[in-house]
């Protein structure tokens, strides 16, 4: 998969994530769904991502990125159960994603 659809798949996913998110405050009984295909979108781009050719640093910030789409993907099957632990699964995706975000070093 190329890079470009790849960022296009990751961002259409970033929204249907938080759409989900919200909506599931909401009690729209569809929300679930959207937070399901969004993490799946994500979860996705991530392992599509080349590994390869990276450093070990960036090596291992790959790895907390999947493991942060899988959190993702484990919060949308607690979400459709109706339990409260996919608040958890979320927030610690979202802190591994901004250490990721905030630790990778940048392209020269």
Known sequence: MNKQIRTTIYNFSGIL?????????????YAPYVFA????GICLSYLTAPYQVLDFRRRRLHRFNIFAGILMLASS???FKHRTEWI???SIAALLQVYT????????
């Open 17 to 29: 994530v938080l759409t989900g998110t919200i909506l599931y405050l909401t009690q729209w009984i």
């Open 37 to 40: 295909f969004g993490s799946a």
């Open 77 to 79: 099957a607690f979400m």
């Open 88 to 90: 958890l699964c979320l």
């Open 101 to 108: 975000a905030f630790v990778t070093p940048k392209e020269k």
